[in-house]
């Protein structure tokens, strides 16, 4: 996986030889810093990042047996919420302020699975019930600076599993969110994805976040992997400096 950025008609590799797998069901953290390339990364699956400026040098994707670097757009566009959902780190930039909750959800349902919008609307309030949102049927009428900060992620999640992905990538989920709900947030994916059976990737900087959560963790830096491994084996036995210096931290602060 190389990913680049133009400054001044000059390439700067962003991301390089980063690769990863994630089988059915498993839930993978992608653990770094800030600017490490994370969600650069994760946004470059499915095209979704800016091109230009930044290009997709060489790499693969694959998604049963098909490479979705190498996909059209239209084709992509098939596989983006119906198979692959995706939930950014800010719910207020990645919802539209001038549409109702319920509008935003049903769309995708309406695009991929061809249903009415009456049945698009009813699927979205079950959804928003799935997610934990009390009145979940006032909530379909209402607009994203109605909601709190953790109700609207509640909707960006509801949003991104309308259409069943068999893959979640969650980017940053719990950013912007205080201890407490932060923790209801996961432990809602969590279950979701152990009720639907789907594959997930949880990033975050935060190591905390995937300790007891994960089957497997990445550790990324300056747009690389430094160590993959399983969750137990990267709190035990690290096996690159990085990695052990995070796992410091990590112990500072809690102390």
Not at 34 to 50: H, Y
Not at 168 to 196: C, G, M, N, Y
């Amino acid at each position: 996986h190389c990913i680049s950025s133009a400054a001044s008609d000059v390439y700067k590799r962003q991301v390089n030889g980063v690769s990863f797998d994630v089988r059915a069901g498993e839930l993978l953290g992608v653990v770094g810093e800030s600017g490490c390339g994370k969600s650069v990364t994760m946004m470059s699956l499915v095209k979704l990042v800016p091109m230009p400026p930044a290009k997709i040098v060489k790499g693969r994707a694959m998604l049963d047996n098909k490479d979705l670097i190498q996909m059209d757009l239209d084709e992509l566009q098939r596989i983006r919420g119906a198979h692959i959902g995706f939930i950014f780190q800010d719910p207020m930039t990645s919802l539209n302020p001038v549409k109702k909750v319920g509008e935003q959800i049903a769309e995708s349902v309406r695009y991929h699975l061809g249903k009415t919008r009456t049945a698009a609307r009813r699927q979205a309030g079950d959804l928003l019930e799935q997610v934990g949102i009390p009145e979940p049927g006032r909530r379909l009428d209402e607009y994203p600076h109605q909601l709190s900060g953790g109700l609207r992620q509640r909707v960006v999640i509801a949003a991104a599993l309308a259409c069943e992905p068999r893959v979640l990538i969650a980017d940053e989920p719990t950013t912007s969110l205080d201890v407490t709900v932060q923790k209801h947030i996961l432990d809602l994916l969590d279950d979701l994805r152990v009720a639907r059976g789907m594959s997930m990737i949880l990033v975050t900087h935060d190591l905390g976040v995937v300790k007891g959560r994960t089957d497997e963790v990445m550790v990324m830096y300056a747009g690389r992997t430094m160590e993959e491994a399983p969750t137990e084996e990267i709190f035990s036995q690290q096996g690159h400096p990085y990695t052990e210096a995070l796992i410091e931290t990590l112990s500072l602060i809690h102390i």
